[in-house]
């Protein structure tokens, strides 16, 4: 059975940020706080094994809140990369799954986690979000998983895994991800924020 006490929490936060100019994304202040501590923050109560950001050149401090910080040298080589590392540091660990979510995704919660692990199913298990639509992150992967997550290449991810897996749909709201400034601007007007970090 996978609960989060046996799981490690993989949060990938190695982007390059190609569409959100050069700035470090992760770092950008909306309400207050930097765009990646919002899930930080939602998480931090979860009781898992161990926590693990896979980072690459920010300025965020997330051994301070908790994680276990490994380095990705060469975001590069896609999203596929950074997971790789975290699944083999959840590995060492002696996790019985990997719960990976992504630092640019501030309203995900923890409430949607606790039901994603009410449709886990052992070591075999592939849960999604999803938005109604699509299959998308967080995704929690039990430890037979883990081969096939350390195969993946590119930016795809887990993608393909995930549409094989359970579908636990949530608002569309609390899975948007923030890929450029754009987005970011759209989030901080539907907050009444239209001048957060200027």
């Known amino acids: 059975m996978l609960e989060p006490e046996n799981v490690a929490l993989v949060l990938l936060a190695a982007g390059r940020s190609h569409r959100f100019t050069h700035a470090d994304k992760l770092a950008e ?37 908790g994680y276990r910080v490994v380095e990705n040298p060469d975001p590069s080589l896609g999203q596929a990369r950074s997971l790789c590392f975290g699944v083999e540091a959840a590995r060492a660990a002696g996790a019985a799954g990997v719960l990976v979510a992504l630092a640019d995704m501030p309203r995900v919660t923890a409430t949607h986690l606790y039901r994603m692990f009410d449709a886990a199913h052992g070591a075999e298990t592939i849960v999604a979000s999803s938005d ?67």
């Open 132 to 198: 109604g639509v699509r299959p998308m992150p967080p995704a929690l992967f039990g430890s037979a998983l883990f081969d096939d997550l350390l195969n993946l290449e590119g930016d795809e991810g887990g993608r393909e895994l995930i549409k094989r897996g359970r579908h636990v749909v949530t608002s569309p709201a609390e899975l948007v991800d923030i890929d450029t400034r754009e987005d970011l601007e759209a989030l901080r007007e539907l907050y009444g924020l239209p001048t957060d970090g200027k």
């Open 29 to 65: 202040p909306f309400l207050d706080k930097p765009l990646a501590y919002h899930v930080v923050t939602a998480l931090e109560n979860m009781p898992f094994l161990t926590r693990i950001a896979v980072v690459s050149d920010t300025s965020l401090d997330f051994a301070a809140r």
